[in-house]
Structure formats: C-alpha cells, structure tokens
C-alpha cells in the first residue's frame, strides 16, 4: 500500500525535498539502465499510482504524463550498455540513479531509493526494499524509468529491427537469445550478459 509514511518521518527530521529513486532495466541484454528521480508533494494523488511493473503498458503512459504535471520535480537518466559492461550492472545503475539526482532541477536533500543498495550518491539516502509498492514518490520514479526505457526500446527496434526489441523490450527471452545467436550482438548489446553465447560457441 502506498503511503506518505516515509515522506513524513523524513520532514520531521528536517529534510524539505525528499526524493524517490528507481530504475529500470537492469536485466536485459541490451540497452541502457535508466533511473528517475521524483519529488512529489507530500499528501498528492495521482489515481492508480503503483509499481510500474504491476501496471499495464497504457496505465503507465497515462501516469507518466500526470506525474510530470503533478512532480514539485522529476528527471530521468541513464547509463549506457558500454558503462554497463566497463562497471558492472550493479555500479551503472548507482551511476544512472546518482545522475538522476543531480538532475533534478529543484534540488533533493533526501533521496528514498528502491531496493537494498545505495552507493556514491549525491544526496543522504536510505533503501526500501519494493519500495515501489510503499512510496508514492519511489512507485512515481519507476513508472518514469520504466516508460522511458520502453520507448527506447522502440528507437532500439527501428535501429536494429531483426531483434525485435519492440517485443521483448531487450530482456533475455528465448526469442531475444536465439536472435542474438543468429545475427550476433549488436553495439547497443551488453557484452557482459552475453554468456550465453559462449556455450552456444563452445
């Protein structure tokens, strides 16, 4: 359920502008890890607001663009699958959410960030296991990485159609593997999720 609970006990501690941080698509073969910062105001509704992967892709379209009216601020960034493969998966989505933040055009003093790691940000910050589910600012920020990154995917499809991104979204299905192994990987590939491949050639 989502609650201000977090938002609140953190103004009561004196921070002003309290961000929530996600990201998305850590897990596919190709593409960019995106993340979003969100600062909504404390006690704003937004109708059907939840975790971005529980919604449809249409409800997600909706809520992104009520969610940029409604948004004190929000910015969206990413890291690319060449960061990816030079950092690793877990460092470049640290990297894309720090940007992110930074990004934000009226500053953050807090940042609330989905999941249970926080590295090298910005901003004091504090982890929230499926806080997309808890906190309206962090369900916000998914749903804004998650639309972005899909309509990215659709770029990366009209690039590269033989993939069919538009279908898969770069994620590891069967479909997307078998492609990869036919055609070979593209530069928008991440080298480093390509292991699959090694068997398929050993």
């Known amino acids: 359920m989502l609650t201000y609970d977090f938002e609140l006990a953190l103004k009561e501690d004196g921070y002003i502008a309290v961000c929530g941080v996600d990201e998305a698509g850590r897990g596919p073969l190709a593409g960019p890890v995106v993340a979003a910062a969100c600062i909504l105001p404390i006690g704003c509704e937004i109708e059907g607001l939840n975790d971005s992967k529980k919604l449809s892709e249409k409800k997600r379209e909706q809520l992104f663009d009520e969610i940029k009216e409604k948004a004190v601020a929000y910015s969206i960034a990413s890291a690319t699958n060449e960061e990816i493969d030079k950092f690793n998966i877990l460092n470049a989505t640290m990297i894309a959410m720090a940007r992110a933040i930074e990004g934000l055009p009226k500053k953050a ?32 920020a ?19 159609p033989e993939y069919n991104f538009k279908k898969h979204k770069g994620y590891p299905t069967k479909e997307h593997r078998e492609l990869v192994i036919k055609y070979g990987p593209c530069p928008l590939h991440r080298k480093t999720f390509l292991k699959f491949m090694d068997k398929e050639n050993g």
């Open 109 to 140: 003093d807090f940042a609330i960030v989905d999941g249970n790691c926080v590295r090298n940000f910005p901003v004091p910050a504090m982890t929230i296991v499926k806080g997309d589910a808890k906190s309206p600012s962090i369900a916000a």
């Open 142 to 160: 998914s749903i804004l990485a998650k639309v972005t990154r899909d309509r990215y995917c659709l770029e990366m499809d009209e690039m590269y």
